[in-house]
């Protein structure tokens, strides 16, 4: 299965900051992607589907460019709640199976 | 809201021993998948299913590994030899149509001693 890579980082930023995160995947056959947020020892959560025109869900951010084959997703206005790991899922292969990439850790400090 | 439901959330096991993962999809879905987390690594696919049958499996689910559907709403993993390697998370998802949004279940925690 082709791969879809992710900055492990992690992103340690302030309260209120903006931070921006990005993913590459290779199969250009790809057709939906999505980004979850998995906090420690829990299950995978959808954050937002990702649509070629973008779009929009109260903070969060997400675009996709499929010339580049990159998504990407920005959170403005950081909450230390939003300190987590963010996973960039794009369903790959004949199957359509989502794939996971290694995740992004970031931590919101006060 | 409908949910994934897996059971047990936590098992331990001794080296060589048989383990059944158990989950409950969401009720209308149509498509089941088993994914496995070693601590601090990557979400990795283990095997899709629709159909009452395996759809795709990776390299990780060989002959060890087994998923069957043995009434509308269980869907199970088994392990029939557990090594010290199989210590992981493992997640059950589901989804409703082909090509969309997966849903995750808590996941069990698999611990072999």
């Known amino acids: 299965r082709k791969e879809v890579e992710q900055d492990p980082g992690p992103f340690n930023v302030p309260e209120g900051a903006t931070v921006a995160f990005n993913c590459t995947y290779s199969n250009s056959a790809s057709q939906s992607f999505f980004w979850y947020r998995q906090d420690c020892r829990k299950e995978p959560k959808l954050l937002m589907s990702v649509y070629s025109s973008g779009n929009e869900d109260g903070r969060f951010t997400a675009q996709l460019n499929r010339a580049s084959q990159y998504i990407s997703l920005l959170i403005r206005d950081s909450k230390l709640s939003d300190s987590a790991t963010y996973l960039c899922v794009v369903n790959s292969g004949g199957s359509y199976i989502p794939t996971f990439g290694r995740g992004t850790s970031l931590i919101v400090h006060p | 809201e409908p949910e994934v439901t897996q059971t047990p959330s936590h098992q331990v096991t001794q080296m060589g021993q048989e383990v059944i993962l158990r989950c409950v999809p969401i009720s209308n879905h149509l498509y089941f998948y088993w994914y496995r987390q070693i601590l601090g690594q990557k979400v990795e696919f283990l095997v899709s299913?629709?159909?009452?049958?395996?759809?795709?499996k990776s390299e990780i689910f060989d002959d060890q590994f087994s998923v069957e559907r043995p009434d509308g709403s269980n869907f199970t993993l088994k392990i029939r030899s557990t090594k010290l390697e199989d210590s992981a998370m493992y997640f059950c998802a589901s989804m409703g149509q082909m090509n969309t949004e997966a849903f995750f279940g808590q996941g069990t925690r698999l611990t072999v001693v």
């Open positions: 299913f629709y159909n009452n049958e395996i759809s795709e």
